[in-house]
């Protein structure tokens, strides 16, 4: 069994990035990028209070 290095990634995690092509990394930096921004945003307009929570939410999900 192999000993994991401390504070690095696994191996296999490693190998898999290797064997990604160019374009499919740069899709995947672009959407980390993306969620990097896009979590702290979501998260006030859930968590905030009641009335703007309600109309943040109205935007992107239509009541029924």
Do not use: H, N, Y
Not at 10 to 36: Q, Y
């Amino acid at each position: 069994m192999e000993t994991p290095v401390k504070g690095g990634a696994p191996p296999d995690i490693k190998e898999r990035l290797a064997a990604m092509s160019r374009g499919k990394k740069i899709v995947l930096v672009v959407f980390i990028i993306w969620a990097i921004q896009a979590i702290p945003k979501w998260t006030a307009a859930i968590v905030a209070d009641g009335e703007t929570s309600a109309a943040i939410m109205t935007f992107f999900i239509t009541p029924r």
